[in-house]
């Protein structure tokens, strides 16, 4: 069975992003992925600094995450736009996730041959579009294959039901049809 890790660029208290997230692995748990769904507010790690890793290794969390990524065929991520790019949060993350532990560690263990679906929501007016252009970047710079489709929801502070739902039935199907999209890649690779 298809392994799908689904999580957001934000440890927000009812973040926007993570709402959209879950959409989305609805509709690859829909279309028979198993999907596991973090809260990044659970995987709170220092900035990364190579002098701390140094002296202190790999902060627990990171390892926790790192794993979670190791052990998922794809990653279904949503990011929060903060001046035209993604999160820190989840730059830091994903870096942290990025360091060998051990040597003879294959590089970019956690990522390569990984397969991802990336979207966002934000309160502007084109929904943290300009981020995803910098997160398909680096995810196809660490080794990840982004999906060509992403979503965008603008408005997010109008744009959901207060059971997570999106309003715009469009959008809806949109971020659902993607996260099918991701599980339906993912099978025809691992047939």
């Given at each position: 069975m298809v392994k799908i890790l689904a999580f957001a660029g934000s440890a927000?208290?009812?973040?926007?992003?993570?709402?959209?997230?879950?959409?989305?692995?609805?509709?690859?748990?829909?279309?028979?992925?198993?999907?596991?769904?973090?809260?990044?507010?659970?995987?709170?790690?220092p900035l990364y600094n190579a002098d701390n890793e140094a002296s202190e290794g790999m902060p627990e969390?990171?390892?926790?995450?790192?794993?979670?990524?190791?052990?998922?065929?794809?990653?279904?991520?949503a990011s929060p736009e903060y001046n035209s790019a993604f999160s820190p949060?989840?730059?830091?993350?994903?870096?942290?996730?990025?360091?060998?532990?051990?040597?003879?560690?294959?590089?970019?263990?956690?990522?390569?041959?990984?397969?991802?679906?990336i979207m966002a929501t934000s309160p502007g007016a084109i929904g943290g579009l300009r981020g995803l252009v910098f997160l398909r970047m680096l995810l196809?710079?660490?080794?990840?294959?982004?999906?060509?489709?992403?979503?965008?929801?603008p408005f997010a502070l109008q744009a959901f039901n207060t059971d997570g739902t999106l309003i715009v039935e469009a959008d809806q199907c949109a971020v659902l049809a993607l996260g099918a999209e991701l599980a339906n890649t993912l099978a025809r690779l691992k047939a």
């Open positions: 927000r208290k009812n973040s926007f992003n993570q709402q959209l997230v879950t959409i989305a692995a609805s509709g690859a748990k829909a279309a028979g992925a198993e999907v596991t769904i973090l809260d990044m507010a659970d995987f709170d790690m969390k990171a390892r926790a995450f790192k794993q979670l990524l190791i052990e998922h065929d794809g990653f279904l991520i949060l989840l730059k830091n993350v994903l870096d942290w996730a990025s360091r060998a532990e051990a040597a003879g560690e294959p590089p970019l263990v956690a990522y390569k041959g990984k397969f991802a679906a196809a710079n660490i080794g990840v294959t982004v999906l060509p489709n992403q979503r965008a929801v």
